[in-house]
């Protein structure tokens, strides 16, 4: 397979390829792709720019109505899209199509934002002056993306940059390149000119020569926070900007009062779900100790009976972790909450029959978790949660944002007074109440704070924030020069 530049499938300059696995049998290579050297860089990047000088003055609208066309053809390669989604990063259909349907939502959204990209008109300080504010697009974006949503996330960027006005040269997660083919593969039948959007894949080299180009005016990055704070330094000093998505370690809470169903069926599913391979996973479990030893059992009892398995195969609820390094890394951290702490449940690498030749962590339970101990600490990506006790909601509180991340968060409590509270004192950018800290809908902003993020926002009308510049314009039709600050005082 091969990058996508200027509406081209092209392959590298480099000859060289890498092959795109699917971790649920790692004897399946999906396909070949492109590791891009930066002369592809280059020439995404110059398709990109020269494809703003038009884009630009598209009618913003206009912009929309592709997107919506987009989001239609989404609808219908949904299934198949699902299953080449599956196939290569593990997770069940059934999560797939909900990675798809954010897609779906975002580019409908998007659509509509294109009619509301408002900028404000304010008094002037002068007779006969009219002050207006105006969002200006920006330019080529580069747009780098992990690879536990390799559409939904990409979609959160991509989908409103270029609503905005801008043009894109993307660089999915080499764990997912197939589903962003697809992607480009959307946006072309939509009717995207060529070189609005492009694709490059590749490894870390080829999303730091994007970072790099001179061209590449703003960033758009999820993924570690390693990777997030390197990007961020680097644009800096070349004074590009910058929006990071990078790590959780997200707490659910559950009172003595809560109804406890509904918190074990949303721990399980926010821990779980997706092999806990989400930011918003829910990786810290803190219970009111009147109600913890009842809540453990039940949730090593569940978490027992969740089917592991190909996320293709029909009955399967936990696919495999994305690749041998994500699996020895989560291992390596479950070797440690072994040694630290109890661990209750799950505990091991499960091989049994098919799954031999896939990367499967069976659902992992460490009790008896302080703020002392690695798992409640480090981000770990995978499906372990770590289940601490508390004897008050303060401490609950406190326990909660004794974190270096900050990105969702979650009480389950009947009682509106602690509900409130906690929505005022939990330092995340996502609070849930009485649900799971998983999940996002496309037209609210979707952040976090501390660690997580550098103060941008995706979702809703807060994206355009990243993505669009303010021009200020003052009309002067009095008809002599007025001086401001001098005459009018
Ligand atoms: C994430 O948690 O990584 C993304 C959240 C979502 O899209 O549901």
């Known amino acids: 397979m091969k990058n996508y530049i200027n509406g081209t499938w092209t392959a590298s300059e480099s000859g060289r390829t890498f092959p795109n696995i699917n971790p649920a ?145 993307f660089k999915p997660s080499d764990d997912s390149p197939h589903s962003a083919n697809i992607f480009a593969e959307i946006l072309e039948e939509a009717g995207l000119p060529a070189g609005v959007f492009n694709v490059i894949h590749g490894d870390a080299e080829a999303g730091a020569e994007l970072v790099e180009h001179p061209d590449v005016r703003v960033v758009g990055f999820t993924g570690s926070t390693q990777t997030g704070t390197a990007i961020a330094a680097r644009c800096a000093q070349l004074n590009k900007k910058v929006s990071l998505e990078m790590g959780g370690k997200n707490a659910q809470i559950v009172m003595n009062d809560a109804d406890l169903d509904l918190a074990i069926d949303g721990v399980l599913w926010g821990a779980f779900g997706t092999t806990g391979q989400r930011c918003t996973a829910t990786s810290r479990l803190i219970l009111h100790e009147d109600i913890h030893d009842l809540v453990v059992d039940r949730l090593i009892a569940l978490s027992q009976k969740l089917v592991l398995g190909d996320g293709r195969k029909s009955g399967t609820q936990v696919g495999p972790v994305i690749n041998q390094r994500q699996l020895d890394k989560i291992m390596s951290y479950i070797e440690i909450g072994k040694q630290q702490t109890t661990c209750v449940a799950g505990g091991y690498r499960d091989t049994d029959g098919d799954k031999q ?26 499906p372990v949660l770590s289940v601490s006790k508390v004897s008050s909601f303060e401490q609950a509180i406190t326990l909660a944002n004794d974190c270096a991340y900050g990105l969702s968060s979650s009480l389950y409590t009947k009682d509106v007074n602690r509900a409130f509270a906690a929505i005022r004192d939990i330092e995340a950018g996502i609070t849930y109440i009485n649900a799971p800290t998983i999940g996002a809908e496309a037209h609210m902003p979707f ?5 997580t993020g550098n103060g941008h926002r995706e979702g809703g009308w807060t994206v355009f924030d990243i993505f669009t510049e303010w021009k200020t314009v003052y009309v002067d039709y009095s008809g002599h020069l007025q001086r401001a600050q001098i005459d009018n005082y």
């Open 25 to 169: 049998d790692n004897r399946d290579v999906i396909a070949e792709f492109p590791l891009s050297s930066s002369a592809d860089v280059s020439s995404a990047v110059q398709a990109a720019s020269t494809a703003f000088q038009s884009w630009k003055l598209t009618p913003a609208p206009k912009r929309g109505d592709i997107l919506r066309r987009a989001g239609d053809i989404f609808t219908r390669r949904k299934d198949e899209l699902a299953d080449v989604m599956t196939r290569e990063m593990g997770k069940t259909l059934t999560e797939t199509k909900g990675d798809i349907q954010e897609a779906i939502d975002t580019a409908y959204y998007a659509a509509t934002e294109t009619r509301r990209l408002f900028g404000y008109t304010a008094p002037s300080e002068m007779h006969n002056k009219m002050n207006l504010s105006f969002r200006m697009p920006i330019g080529v974006c580069g747009i780098i993306t992990a690879w536990n949503f390799p559409i939904a996330v990409p979609s959160w960027k991509i989908l409103p940059a270029l609503a905005a006005g801008n043009t894109v040269v």
């Open 357 to 382: 030749h896939g990367y499967f962590i069976a659902p992992t339970i460490f009790t008896g978790v302080t703020s002392e101990h690695t798992t409640f600490r480090e981000e770990i990506f995978g």
């Open 447 to 451: 952040g976090g704070i501390k660690g």
